[in-house]
């Protein structure tokens, strides 16, 4: 007998163990492929779906079964892959600054850093 997402998320809520070893398995596929697009690194995509598997879980007790379970999951994939490439972005605007302070910073960024500070 084929269980609904939605009776196997009500499951996993009450401690169910093997529910939720369903549902990853049901979703561990799409779910990949989707963040294997939208971050475009198989390894931070990996990374990622674990992310959104251990947030499912942590979800489970307060699942309520209104709408469609996978735009539900997919709403948690998209935040998680938002939430990485803004952390990305962060690092590698840190990662500029220390190269500005030390003085290593490329050609290309240090003709950038001059001409701002000419217009300022």
């Not at 989707?34 to 942590?58: C, G, I, K, M, Y």
């Not at 309520?64 to 709403?75: H, K, Q």
Request: glycine share 4%.
């Amino acid at each position: 007998m084929q269980h609904s997402d939605h009776e196997l998320m009500l499951r996993c809520g009450q401690g169910d163990a093997a529910a939720f070893d369903l549902l990853v398995r049901r979703w561990e596929l799409p779910v990949g492929n989707v963040l294997r697009r939208l971050v475009r690194n198989a390894a931070d995509a990996d990374d990622l779906r674990q992310d959104t598997f251990v947030r499912v879980l942590l979800a489970s007790r307060r699942y309520r079964p209104t709408g469609e379970f996978s735009a539900w999951l997919f709403r948690i994939v998209v935040n998680l892959a938002r939430d990485a490439a803004r952390r990305r972005k962060r690092r590698h605007e840190l990662i500029d600054q220390e190269l500005i302070v030390e003085g290593n910073a490329s050609p290309a960024t240090e003709s950038a850093r001059r001409e701002t500070a000419a217009l300022v």
